[in-house]
């Protein structure tokens, strides 16, 4: 069994947690980390029981493109990512600085994955309109 | 978040602490134990006003009117830190002139709170040396949210609340990282580290890193999907968001993402959003990744990956990258640690923050060199602008207001074992046993007077829509008022929540919808 010290992923507390796992990478359970600033060895009920989702068989294991007829169909990551590009390419057409793509970002999402969303939204597709939930 | 435990008075005003900041709420136990008083504002009796020194039971949307009633009090009785607004401060003759008709009767008549309970919190607000300004959503989610914030900041600054240990306006953030999100520029009206696109020298420093960029002031959810309403913006990318469920007025937004050319979804289930993308992109969970969140402390810490991505699923941010290199862009990172050295440069509040750093215990920005410890207070002998600001605040209600067709004002929120839109929770089964659907709470009154029982369906109904949720009978909210929690896609609270914004943020006013009830 392993022990990984890692940061709660719920609230904005941000509570220190060590995830205990299997040598097979089953995960057993969470354990809080005892001299952590922000926790000190507490945790609330979704910090305890709130990883059970990682492994739920409903997980997207796949990128998915939409079919002619509205079904979803697998891809590969070639083929779903291509299909991005060209799309946000299309819809970037503009001469007259008008914000065609709009960019959602995340709360759950790290500083670095939320970094690199503003600069691909106004470096990349040349569009100011990126926000994330902070309002909701 | 520790200088809690040390304040001597604790205002909570829209905020379920026990329920949505947990351990935040030990802070606030450890600080009663140790002799502090607790005073509470909100609609509903939350949990810690088991425990409150005094409770004020307020109307959902008048805020405002309240705070700047204890104001009032405080100037009236000569309860002002003289010294702090004298040296600390400006513009205070014009507040003051502001809120000398804001009497506590006048602020009763609209927030429903009595005016000997609003002196009292002025009194002990005023008069205790650490006192301490908790608040979350249920100031912020208002049509008044901005100036009610102001507000807030005038009692804080008259009193001297301010840049000291145990005191302040706490804005406890709601998730992971919110406040990272915004300190890395995902908002239409900052670039990375809160630098305002309209600042000339922000232009010049981020040309330097990223090249050619738009640097204008851009559009946020509500107005974007507005203007996919309009047919202008053509293309949508999605990322850890469901706004089938978080956003209000559900039916206007499943109309958009319906209309909109070319949407992606990110995520790691398929969501109710994910319904509506042309391409759905499977993303790995925070146990399956490298990379730092920022707690409500500004605390930077450090994520390590647990297990393999599940099947096929990447870490968002090699996805990002990839769709970057896909139309041109230079996203060669090694790994997130990459990332946040260019970071570094980009974002002076974060110019000192290595993963290096930080893989013991977080830091907290500004943080600005590699040597910087970080700053666990702001504001500490001087305010960023300088001089601390009074605003003028007046009350003008706009928004929904109980009529005879909506007599009753739904408020919504969420529930301790609940997460947002519930992707990651309901599929937690010791959770999801804790609150396996939606409810509406309503007053034990206001349910005789309609024959309503106990875990009776009920159809709300506002003037955007309407859900069937079972009734829950309590005493622990006002009358003529409801409560729905959002996770729950069966009897989605946000069918009913509308677009009245705040004019300044634009935020929702989620917490105030006119509503009807009918017996199902």
Known sequence: MKRVETTCGYCGCGCGIYVNVADDDTILGISPSYNHVVSKGKLCSKGWHGFAFVRDSRRLTSPLIRQSDGTFKEASWEEALDKVASGFKDAMIDEDNTDRIGIISSARCTNEENYLMAKLARAGLKTSSIDHCARL | ?520
């Open chain 2, 1 to 520: 978040m520790n200088d809690l435990s040390d304040a001597e008075m604790i205002l909570v005003i829209g905020s379920n602490t026990t329920e949505q900041h947990p351990l935040a709420s030990t802070r606030i136990f450890e600080a009663l134990d140790k002799g502090a008083e607790l005073y509470v504002v909100d609609p509903r009796k939350i949990r810690l006003t088991d425990f409150a020194h005094g409770y004020a039971p307020i109307e959902p949307g008048t805020n405002l009117p309240m705070i700047n009633a204890m104001i009032h009090v405080i100037i009236e009785e000569d309860l002002i830190n003289e010294e702090f607004i004298k040296n600390r401060t400006e513009n205070y003759e014009e507040m003051k002139e502001s809120v000398k008709d804001c009497t506590p009767e006048w602020a009763q008549s609209i927030s429903k709170v009595p005016a000997d309970t609003i002196r009292q919190f002025a009194r002990k607000y005023a008069t205790t040396d650490k006192a301490m300004i908790i608040f979350t959503m249920g100031v912020t989610q208002q049509t008044t949210a901005v100036k009610s914030i102001r507000a807030l900041a005038n009692l804080a600054m008259i009193t001297g609340h301010v840049g000291r240990p145990s005191t302040g306006i706490n804005p406890l953030r709601g998730q992971n990282n919110v406040q990272g999100a915004g300190d890395m520029g995902a908002l239409p009206d900052f670039l990375p580290g809160y630098q305002r696109p309209e600042w000339p020298e922000t232009k010049e420093h981020f040309s330097k890193i990223w090249g050619d960029f738009s640097c204008l002031r851009g559009n946020n959810i509500i107005q974007m999907f507005n203007l996919i309403d309009e047919g202008i913006m053509k293309a949508a990318y999605i990322v850890g968001e469901n706004p089938v469920l978080s956003d209000p007025d559900q039916t206007h937004t499943m109309h958009c993402l319906e209309k909109v050319p070319f949407l992606v979804v990110q995520d790691i289930f398929f969501t109710e959003t994910a319904e509506y993308a042309d391409v759905v992109l499977p993303a790995a969970s925070f146990l399956e990744r490298e990379g730092t969140y920022t707690n409500t402390d500004r605390r930077v810490q450090m994520i390590h990956k647990v297990i393999e991505p599940i099947g096929d699923s990447k870490p968002d941010w090699e996805i990002i990258a990839e769709i970057m290199k896909r139309i041109g862009m230079d996203a060669n990172y090694e790994g997130p640690s990459d990332i946040m050295d260019e970071l570094n440069e980009a974002a002076e509040i974060y110019g000192g923050i290595t993963h290096d750093r930080i893989r013991e215990v977080g830091l907290q920005w500004p943080c600005l060199t590699k040597e910087h410890p970080g700053t666990p207070i702001l504001h500490v002998g001087e305010f960023k602008r300088g001089k601390g600001l009074f605003t003028v605040n007046d009350f003008e209600y706009i928004g929904d207001q109980r009529s005879e067709e909506y007599p009753f004002i739904l408020t919504t929120g969420r529930v301790t074992h609940m997460y947002h839109t519930g992707t990651m929770t309901r599929k937690v089964w010791t959770l999801a046993l804790e609150y396996p659907e939606g409810f509406v709470e309503i007053h034990t009154k206001d349910a005789e007077e309609l024959g309503i029982k106990d875990h009776q369906p009920i159809r709300i109904t506002s003037a955007r829509g309407s859900i069937v949720a079972p009734a829950l009978i309590t005493n622990r909210i006002n009358e003529k008022t409801l409560f729905v929690p959002f996770h729950f896609a069966e009897s989605p609270a946000n069918r009913l929540t509308g677009q009245n914004l705040d004019p300044i943020i634009n935020i929702p006013a989620l917490k105030v919808s006119a509503v009807r009830i009918e017996v199902e």
